[in-house]
């Protein structure tokens, strides 16, 4: 058989497995479907959840329709060449494949949210049966996500690489859906965190009505808000950085030839099919724990891609130090998701100490959880540092620098390979919240309340042992797009007749401009989104202070008095929409002048800055966040005080502050990362060419 | 007159005029001292206070012996090179400039603090003659600081030359200088936030009584701290930088020959000389703004030495581009105190924005302060970039990438000539502080009071002007000592016969892993120094409750009973001693590590990561810190609802957060990174012979 064959047989098999997983989707779709839904009061919520839903995610997409229309523009002019130097039909398969990009991204979010607001009110009705059954349509909800996202990306690269055998289109695939993650991760977390603060600043802390009260104007746009960012724009950041993954390691696999794309695409379509058994493997008996069941799928998972891929390394004749990274790749991230289980799981010290210091008043529980939060950035820094220097080292003796950096892409490779599993685990997690409210809503009694409670809690054990994963994936990833860009320059140079570079030198001035301002950038941007949380809540405030004073009978609770709740979610939307634009133009125009003041140099300094501020930046942000929020339940399952305490209040305090930290800004970072560096790799030779320095 | 005689004339003009500046100090105390004291119950609080800065200090310094006495066995067993290797004349040397270091910063801190506490009770008695001789008494008791401070770094780096002609010595000195400061800076910082967060806990927000109560047992502690924190922990802090640039200057003027030695030291002098000048023209109207008088004399200074450096450079034939350098440094430096002016200044948005998101509650006060203070870097990260930039191709073409960092290294020495006039105004903050406090406690009468209070305000203004100037000095400070470094490494490499270095090259995974590390040492520092002053105010809250419990009369103010102030310092004193040490060691321990397991690759990364990581928590700390203390007196002078109100309340709960920010952890990175940064080149040819990889 020829290699030719060989790869094309292999591309076929990496369609089947996304077809596969699409499959799969559609019973776990029609599973959940089929679970009863007959309350009425939920029928109703979850309907309005689903109009809320529906009408932020348009009113997103035409706004992003419009970003991905000027940007398409100006890809066919420039990209991967001004159109007057290169050849156009370069161009126009660019533009097609970012605007693939887009859609794929936009669709796995779209079905996503689709199921998640069905399987949200069958997880609150399934419940009233019992644990299992409450879980279970949960999971398999979130797992529509799983399967669809991981699907679409894989099915996306695969679809492009085969029409056009060009890695650096793949790049135009992955800025696609990247633009995409970064407005939509930014916007769902705006809209999310608006939501969220504003139902507790005015129902809880003023009005002292209970969470998911239903006379609460907000409370459909919070739970919209759980979908739409954490649901809708968790996947499309998954899908960015799983693209981007793929992406980078074609681009070094394919410069090096041999059948290196081969096990790129293999290793890919492996991770995927080790997902589905991951997957279908989760149980959980009547009495138990949803957490274990949640991580023993993941376990299931891991193993799974070991074993396939060793099976297949040893079938293809792939390099076994390959194979090795990937599996150093994975390790490490399972590793750095259990330590940041450490900082925000309640029954570690951490979490204790955040709690006993609220009682001192709301700066301890700040300043406790601040500090907490910086020295959880220690461990996985280190880990993501030590993970690309043995893949490098391991992966060097197959042929040089070349080779190691293709080693650091299967790393990240490896570590992406569970992210079927990880988004179904993350999906799970707003669901059974919106479960909850839903249960509350709907009356269903106590005994209800308590299993939608257990699940919840789950969830976000869950929630921030994956958004660590999430955060040292896509750090190991732009660790390899770094390489990825060092080949385009040298591939565009060599086309141009230039000197080539060889590498990024710290003591060359305009490296070290570039990381300073790269450095500057993600700290920025977090700041420019959280200010529009912040703006937006305080309108959003005012709307829900109006209703109550207008709405006769809505605060005693009268019968058959409605607040507006689609005005709440239009000022959100409108609010979160307005936000999010700054701030991402604000990482792109940096890069554009960046890359124009100081060239390729510059560029490499300025993506290499961005990267460890930017980890920096997302692990302490999600971590601290994670812990206030877990340092405020702890309380108020009765320690330190319990609910109403002083040392609640003070906790309430660190949790709203760190709602946006790890739902808004510390997210949105690693998507802001991956497009900065996908754009500095697509404009490598615009960035040669044209620049002062 | 041949080259070395006027090299020599030139040290001894140095020595001279560092000679002239402890002359003018000892005019300046005696003075200072001769201004009228006479109210009994001031003079009783200074001598408390004096007392207890002086059992701190006594306390600290005995800390420090010990942690010196390692260090010295250490340096002579090891550096410059193993005593096995190298000459034991050099190792003697090293220890003796060492030693040196630490004494000459120790004393310049005690000699600070001395007139400090007789400057507060002067200034706060001539506040009844009028503002103009209370200023006079303030500023001048500060100045007595900046003189000792810079006249004593001048005289030991001179000295150490003159004796040595070796400029590795000088990084001995400077690491003595370093080391100390940054247990003084931590050390200090822990005292000062445990006793000021204390002390209003306990007082302001628990029993209502106002700041500077004498019944509240931490009163004394709270002056105490402004003392040992803001004067000697910053003066050590200042001294260290000043240092350290003289030091970076040194190693690559040397290397490169010719005159540069000569412009590092005249230009050092006449730094000196320019700020002698803008202490003297220091005064005050009648019905002056202290902030302007303040501000005149930093420009006076600033002019004097552009002209003063321009005037030596056309004399001395030096060239005109490293005198380009020099003024380019300095002007960012200026530049950079006024954007940082523009985040905490409360006539500009930034402070009514969190002033009036206070009114929201108090997770709001921290959340838009949070982004305003990470939107700060941003100025200052591009300023400090262009500087080292510019500076960099200005000197290029004197004679390749040594000229050029040695042209980065001069801008150093340029935005630090001014040193003298900023330690000057920065030790004049805390001296007011303290006379607030005293006419306070001398019932001096509201008059007396609202001009304390506006020298305060002055004092406050300023401080966050030359703070963001502390850290942007140390940020160019240690670029160029990355370079000492590189050159440092080389010279080892040539005595060894090995091969040198040319580059710390990004996509080398030895740097990689160095920069990632390096990246979470200031993070993990910072926590740490929190976590102190967390743990440490819980420990004297228990006291200030114990004192209150069991001292009859003293809540109710009976006449003669009075609480155990020094109770408090001790306890003070002693956590703040024990915390202090951790987290210095980590910082020092990680940076062996990483030497030995990587070698000087991964150190050159490690301080890469280190520097942009420490400028970016260190700015944003200190800003946010700014803005929060501004934020909240700005509401107190009547805006939002003034004293009293929500708003106030929630502003309390930013300042309480805010003040380890910018007086514990944020100026304490300064001098972290600048102690790595030395350590890495005086072990230079450890790092180079002992590695694992």
């Not at 932020?56 to 001004?82: N, Q």
């Not at 699907?151 to 135009?172: E, H, M, N, P, R």
């Not at 079938?315 to 330590?339: D, E, K, M």
């Not at 133009?585 to 100081?598: D, Q, S």
């Amino acid at each position: 058989m020829g290699d030719r064959t060989m790869g094309n047989l292999i591309l076929y098999g990496a369609i089947l497995v996304a077809l596969l997983a699409f499959a799969y989707a559609a019973w776990l779709y029609l599973w959940v479907k089929r679970q009863p839904c007959e309350n009425r009061k939920i029928i109703k919520a979850t309907g309005l959840i689903r109009a809320g839903a529906r009408t932020f995610l348009r009113k997103e997409y035409a706004v992003l329709a419009r970003f991905a229309g000027v940007a398409a523009v100006l890809i066919f002019v420039f990209l991967p060449k001004p159109i007057w130097q290169g050849e156009i039909v370069h161009n126009i398969w660019m533009v097609v494949a970012y605007i693939f990009g887009t859609v794929f991204s936009a669709i796995a979010g779209k079905i996503g949210l689709e199921v998640a607001t069905i399987a949200n009110g069958r997880s609150a009705e399934a419940a009233k049966k019992g644990i299992a059954p409450s879980f279970m349509a949960g999971f398999r909800g979130g797992a529509v996500m799983g399967m669809a996202v991981v699907g679409a990306s894989l099915l996306g690269v695969t679809l492009v690489y085969l029409l056009t055998k060009d890695a650096t289109t793949i790049l135009g695939f992955s800025f696609g859906a990247s633009s995409l993650a970064l407005f939509a991760k930014a916007g769902g977390g705006i809209f999310t965190k608006t939501a969220d603060i504003s139902a507790d600043l005015v129902g809880k802390v003023e009005l002292g009505i209970p969470e998911d009260d239903p006379r609460n104007p907000a409370v459909i746009a919070d739970n919209v808000g759980d979908n739409v960012g954490d649901v809708a724009g968790m996947g499309a950041d998954l899908f960015d950085s799983n693209v981007a993954s793929m992406a980078a390691a074609l681009v070094m696999g394919s410069a090096l030839g041999g059948n290196n794309v081969d096990m790129v695409f293999t290793f890919a379509a492996l991770g995927l099919l080790a997902s589905i058994i991951g997957v279908m493997t989760a149980r959980i008996g009547e009495k138990g724990s949803p957490t274990k069941a949640l991580n023993s799928s993941t376990y299931v998972t891991t193993a799974a891609f070991a074993v396939l891929t060793a099976a297949t390394t040893y079938l293809f004749q792939f390099p076994w130090r390959i194979w090795g990274a990937s599996i150093i790749g994975l390790a490490v991230g399972v590793i750095i998701g259990i330590t940041t289980d450490y900082f925000t799981d309640d029954s570690k010290k951490p979490v204790h100490y955040v709690a006993n210091a609220s009682k001192t008043g709301p700066a301890f529980t700040i300043l406790s959880g601040f500090s907490y939060g910086l020295l959880s950035v220690f461990p996985a820094m280190i880990g993501i540092g030590v993970a690309a220097f043995s893949a490098y080292k391991l992966c060097e003796p197959l042929g040089g620098i070349e080779y190691a950096l293709f080693g650091i892409s299967m790393a990240a490779v490896g570590m992406l390979s569970i992210v079927g599993m990880i988004v179904s685990n993350d999906a799970y997690g707003p669901i059974v919240d919106n479960a909850r409210g839903l249960a509350e809503m709907g009356d269903l009694g106590e005994e209800v309340l308590a299993i939608t409670d257990e699940l919840d809690s789950a969830g976000n054990t869950v929630k921030a042992v994956t958004k660590g994963f999430a955060i040292a994936a896509a750090g190991l990833t732009v660790i390899a797009l770094l390489g990825a860009f060092m080949s385009e320059v040298n591939t565009a140079a060599a086309e141009l007749g230039i000197a080539g570079i060889q590498s990024f030198d710290i003591m060359n001035p305009m490296v070290f401009f570039g990381l300073l301002v790269g450095a500057a950038v993600p700290a920025v941007f977090s700041a420019m989104l959280m200010l529009g949380v912040d703006r937006n809540a305080q309108r959003l405030v005012a709307e829900i202070h109006r209703q109550f004073n207008e709405i006769i009978g809505l605060k005693e609770g009268k019968e058959g008095v409605e607040p507006e709740y689609d005005k709440c979610i239009e000022i959100a939307t409108d609010g979160a929409l307005k936000e999010l634009v700054p701030a991402g133009l604000m990482a792109i125009i940096a890069t554009f002048v960046v890359g124009f003041i100081g060239g390729v140099q510059a560029i490499g300094g300025f993506l290499c800055g961005n990267i460890i501020s930017g980890l920096l930046l997302a692990l302490f942000m999600s971590n601290s966040g994670g812990l206030w929020d877990n340092a405020k339940k702890y309380i108020e399952s009765g320690h330190e005080g319990g609910k109403g305490s002083d040392a609640h209040k003070a906790a309430v305090v660190g949790d709203t502050v760190g709602d946006p930290f790890k739902d808004t800004a510390g997210p949105s970072i690693n998507t802001q990362i991956t497009v900065v560096s996908l754009m500095a790799s697509l404009m490598s030779t615009l960035f040669l060419t044209i620049s002062i320095f």
